[in-house]
């Protein structure tokens, strides 16, 4: 570490000494003088090439000395060893004449190693004359792994070359770190990291950013490197790219930032604190028309009133957005940056367009999975309303994105009682919106893909809806015939959050149940659904503590039923068995003709 911290400057000192000392004492050898003589114009050639290096240090801004480090501490090694075999020429004659018989091979081994260096440091400057062309030769220090010479005249380009060869060294990059781990360890490892950032930053062209973000996106494949990433303030460069690019960056960067989010959690409440949700929900919603009378009815909460005079004092720009009418998309970041791109993005081909909304709608799921504070950025943004609006309208990858964003940030509400009261009250207009098109995809869709998370999103939100909204629960209960397991036992596990004791209205929803057949569905599913029945007798438990004097359970024999899958289920899941046994106590009194069983837990 010691050694790091020492300037490129003075760590070309110490060889440069030592090709001196050899010079010297090469001359005043007294045996194999002409071995001697040779390796002393090895090391004066050495000796030339090293103070190039230094000057090319103290006259080149932002040097990429990663290989230069690693070089010199070889030739410092090899020119130690000429020295020490140099040395030992000056001796008596006698001992001259026994030295020279025994080191013919030493001088030449010690030659050879100096040859190495030379060609080690002939290649090294070569990579930095971006005058002369690509050099592809391979220097000896990287002779047993190619990709080091690769690596690092790649990086010393992208940090120091012409644009050019910026944006060719950036896209080897990118390759390099596609072909494997061992390579994207490398490129982090020898700083290959805030090079990238900068050619991103700069905005030099839009492939080199392109470039810049696909190297810095195939790198981001685990924690670790993510973090890496992470702490070149490499956050605060891409929020700040994503809202003042060219569409064709934005998609890139909208993609980096969701395999960022998803490897490593941990910079999801980064990207938050960075603001990059508002620029997401601004580029998502750029098609979307927010002038629909029934999302622009009721008075703003106190709460959204707060918000918006923190906004205001964040960024006075914002003025014009809040206080006029006719605004009606989301064209605004909270900025003042990207204006000159909103125009040429009127210009852009419609696949273009699509491209960029499914990257910034994957990218909001993938930051609001489990984190408050992007879920919340998200619902106090026209946000939800954008998801509602899209998911209505679109289709495909798009639409599936927008489902599984709203799933992650309901999942975070379930969880946090402050952003389901804030966020997803009855008389919320953006609520409104989610739920209407939650409850659409729910009842006239039939892709598992979009079912399941549209499921689980009126599932999280259970505990929001008062007991006369029995529209929601009727399209969760003829889910339970769905054909699909999967699908049917996500209907089973939504129902399950309205009728759990968690629940404020839980007799009232079971009561929706049963008025909607849903016994007989769920029945049939226990029958059928094999495979994972437990979330089925959850529903069943929970529908026969709060409604146990029904008709339904009585004639579908869900005493039995109960009693008969709690055996097989139990022992894999104990935790439940309490649940079962108390579901076969409180249907036993009502049920007094049934034929019982003990079962206890």
Known sequence: MAEEEKSIQEELSLPILLADRVIKSAQEAESSKLECAELAKQADRLYQKLRSAVRLTTTTTAFYDRP???????????????????RKCKHSRVLCHVFAISTGADFRKVSGLLESSIADLTWL??????????????????????????????????????????????????????????????IVQEGGVMPLLKLLKEGASVEAQIAAATALLNLSNDKEKVRSIAAELAVPTIVKVLGDSPAKVQVVVANLVSI???????????????????????LL??????????????????????????????????????????????????????????????FESPELRLELKISCAKALWKLCRGSLLNSRKITETKGLICLAKLIEKE?????????????????????????????FKPNSSAAKAVLEQLLRVVSEEISPELLIPAMRSIGFLARTFPAKETRI???????????????????????????????????????????????PQLMNLLKTNSRDQVNGLKLLCYLALNVGNSKALEQARALNVIEGTARSVGAQHPDSRELFARAVHHLTLYQAGAHRQAYGP
């Open 473 to 519: 629960v009727n399209p969760l209960v003829t889910q339970l015939g769905h054909r699909n397991a999967d699908v049917a036992s996500e209907a089973a596990i939504a129902l399950a959050k309205f009728v759990s004791p968690d629940n404020f209205n839980c007799v009232e929803h079971s009561k929706a149940i049963v008025e909607f057949d849903g016994v």
């Open 285 to 346: 919603g750029m098609d979307v028309v927010l002038d629909d009378p029934k999302l622009q009815s009721g008075k703003p909460s106190l709460h959204s009133l707060v918000q918006i005079n923190k906004e205001l004092a964040r960024d006075p720009s914002l003025n014009h957005v809040h206080h006029s009418n006719s605004s009606s998309s989301l064209h605004s970041d909270g900025n003042s940056r990207g204006g000159h791109h909103r125009k040429d993005r009127e």
């Open 68 to 86: 230069l480090r690693r070089i010199s501490s070889d030739v410092s090694k090899n020119l130690e060893r000429a020295l020490a075999l140099v």
């Open 125 to 186: 400057l070569s990579i930095f004359d971006f005058e002369g062309g690509t050099n592809l030769s391979l220097p000896p220090i990287a002779s047993n792994d190619p990709n080091f010479a690769m690596v690092w005249s790649s990086i010393a380009a992208v940090q120091m070359g012409h644009l050019r060869d910026r944006l060719e060294a950036a896209n080897n990059l990118a390759s390099l770190a596609g072909d494997s781990d061992r390579n994207k360890n490398m």
């Open 260 to 282: 960022m989010a998803e490897t490593e959690p941990t910079v999801q409440d980064e990207f938050g604190r960075e603001n990059v949700i508002r620029p997401l929900v601004t």
């Open 395 to 423: 289709r495909g990858e798009l639409q599936s994105n927008c489902l599984m964003a709203v799933m992650e940030i309901t999942a975070v509400a379930e969880s946090n009682a402050d952003l389901r009261r804030v966020s």
